[in-house]
């Protein structure tokens, strides 16, 4: 990113020190694993040690998007799982089922003690004949949201949006008759302004909010010059669960609670988003497993 882009990142969601690559806050310990369920909404404000209440993610809201982990997935899906149940995570988001059926899924998820919440979807699936089939297999995982990971390239116009926004409310309408909800995944090209129009913009405004929500990548939309605390208190409950990767001071990946997003900032008005769940992802991590332990203790031990 150059200067500007990082400018404007400070001011839109709070990095700190973006050219200076400080970590915004350090690593706390793990208070264990999750006991309660799995779509919890923020917690109760704690006292701190030094008398001041401040907020904490409920335990049962860390979860692990599994793209994260697809490496270890393929070759021992049953074992990653175990593995980060042991950490502490309660629930996972599915993408890529690495020759496993649902039903396999949920089998190997209720044995180790973890949720699935949601699966990404491709968006021919859910704007064609393969909806029917997608909502059966979020149900059999255990998830309520059917997710759009993105939009074909060529959809990338104010037009192409108003078609995806049409789409994803019929979607929405036969996935609720299953008690699900579609959901819609950003990157940073969805944050553009292109002739005049922001494009993540329409598909908020032109999607019925009781059919419609978003799986909001805090990454992305800070990488594409959006503010998710302005998102959040300006669309009030339309976020119900986040992919929460953090930004090294290059502009690549980090481990959650290593880089240069202010977290605590950011999460300031979830509340209002209407945030259940708080999924960690990596794109690239060099070991998914010491990725998923410093994420988690970065997470559990936050307050905000």
């Known amino acids: 990113m150059n200067g500007t882009r990082r400018s404007f990142l400070g001011r839109a969601v709070g990095l700190a020190a973006l050219g200076m690559g400080a970590a915004t806050t350090s690593a706390y310990a793990s208070p264990g694993p999750a006991t309660t369920p799995a779509d919890a909404k923020p917690g109760p404000a704690t006292a701190s040690a030094t008398g001041r209440c401040r907020r904490r993610i409920p335990p049962s809201g860390i979860g692990m998007h599994l793209y ?75 998830g309520k949201w059917v997710v759009v990971p993105s939009l074909p390239v060529e959809m990338h116009s104010p037009a192409g949006y108003r078609e995806a926004a049409r789409q994803f409310n019929t979607a929405g309408r036969v996935a609720r008759q299953s008690g699900l909800k579609v959901l819609f995944h950003n990157h940073d090209g969805d944050h553009e302004v292109v002739d005049g129009e922001n494009l993540y913009g329409i598909l908020l405004k032109e999607t019925d909010p009781e059919l419609v929500g978003f799986e909001l990548d805090v990454y992305w939309a800070a990488k594409g010059g959006d503010d998710p605390r302005r998102l959040f208190v300006q669309h009030p409950g339309r976020f119900p669960a986040l992919h929460v990767k953090d930004m090294a001071p290059n502009g690549d990946f980090e481990d959650v609670g290593s880089g240069v997003l202010d977290f605590p900032a950011m999460f300031d008005t979830a509340r209002s988003g209407g945030v259940r769940q708080w999924l960690v992802e990596h794109d690239a991590p060099a070991d998914p497993f010491a990725t998923a332990l410093n994420s988690y203790r970065y997470l559990s031990g936050l307050r905000y």
């Not at 982990?69 to 629930?91: C, H, N, S």
């Open 68 to 142: 994260t982990m697809r490496t270890p997935l393929a070759t021992d899906f049953r074992g990653t799982l175990e593995r980060l149940a042991e950490i502490g995570y309660a629930t996972v988001g599915v993408s890529g089922r690495h020759g496993h059926s649902a039903t396999d899924i949920r089998r190997m998820l209720d044995e180790t003690r973890l949720r699935a919440v949601l699966e990404h979807v491709a968006y021919t699936t859910v704007a064609g004949s393969g909806l029917p089939q997608a909502i059966e297999d979020v149900a059999t995982l255990g």
